[in-house]
């Protein structure tokens, strides 16, 4: 089965540290995508950053970056020069190349001024 | 514009009640999406409909149907609500073989069954 754990419910900061989310998938496939996608207590979900499997460059987005190792199957995303805006719930999803993201459980990040 | 758009925002109804959530993207894609986030905020797919055909259906109760009109819009219909049906409904799109991009998300409709 293809499934997403996110091990840490909640993390939290000091505002301007950095921060890193974990995540760890299953697949047999070899072409994928992953991405991080936020949600503030507005609900709404925004992309944060994405991830092509085929491609070993760890992707960066500003502050945002990931850790991509394929072989172990993680994906994590690391949070510079934190803000408080940054404070959400962060959802890891895979897409398997097929019509839908797979999310994992998410983690509540809090940050501290 | 709001590009992927929900309607009603917020839905408080009784059990056994029939209320219907609609959606619409002005993004062009060619594929939409109900997902349902429960109370512990865990996102899970109900269906997906690739141009006004259904793609997928995960598992979900036949009280509940998608409707496509085009593939611009794509409604959810709920009959026969139940308490455990209260939950935050996303509709979301994408482009066919551009899954690759992600989803984009409309803001949600929270319902609530009482």
């Known amino acids: 089965a293809q499934t997403v754990t996110q091990s840490q419910p909640e993390m939290s900061v000091q505002e301007a540290e950095t921060v890193t989310l974990s995540c760890t998938y299953d697949?047999?496939?070899?072409?994928?995508?992953l991405f991080w996608y936020k949600q503030p207590p507005s609900r709404q979900m925004i992309l944060v950053i994405r991830?092509?499997?085929?491609?070993?460059q760890n992707a960066t987005e500003n502050r945002f970056s990931v850790n991509f190792q394929k072989a172990a199957k993680s994906f994590s995303l690391k949070i510079s020069d934190s803000q408080l805006g940054d404070a959400a719930m962060y959802f890891c999803?895979?897409?398997?190349?097929?019509?839908?993201?797979?999310f994992g459980t998410g983690t509540r990040l809090q940050v501290f001024p | 514009d709001t590009a992927v758009s929900q309607t009603p925002k917020y839905l408080v109804t009784q059990m056994g009640n029939d209320k219907s959530i609609k959606c619409e993207q002005n993004?062009?894609?060619?594929?939409m999406y109900w997902y349902k986030q429960d109370s512990k905020k865990f996102l899970k797919i109900m269906f997906s409909?690739?141009?006004?055909?259904?793609?997928i259906n995960e598992t979900v109760p036949n009280r509940f149907s998608p409707k496509s009109p085009d593939k611009a819009h794509l409604n959810l219909h709920i009959n026969s609500l139940e308490l455990g049906d209260s939950a935050v409904y996303f509709c979301?799109?994408?482009?066919?073989?551009?899954?690759?991009?992600?989803?984009?998300f409309g803001s949600g409709t929270r319902l609530t069954v009482v």
């Open positions: 979301a799109s994408s482009q066919r073989g551009g899954l690759g991009y992600g989803y984009t």
């Open positions: 697949t047999s496939e070899s072409d994928y995508y």
């Open positions: 991830q092509e499997a085929y491609k070993q």
């Open positions: 999803a895979y897409a398997p190349g097929t019509d839908k993201l797979i």
């Open positions: 993004l062009g894609h060619d594929t």
């Open positions: 409909y690739n141009n006004k055909e259904l793609i």
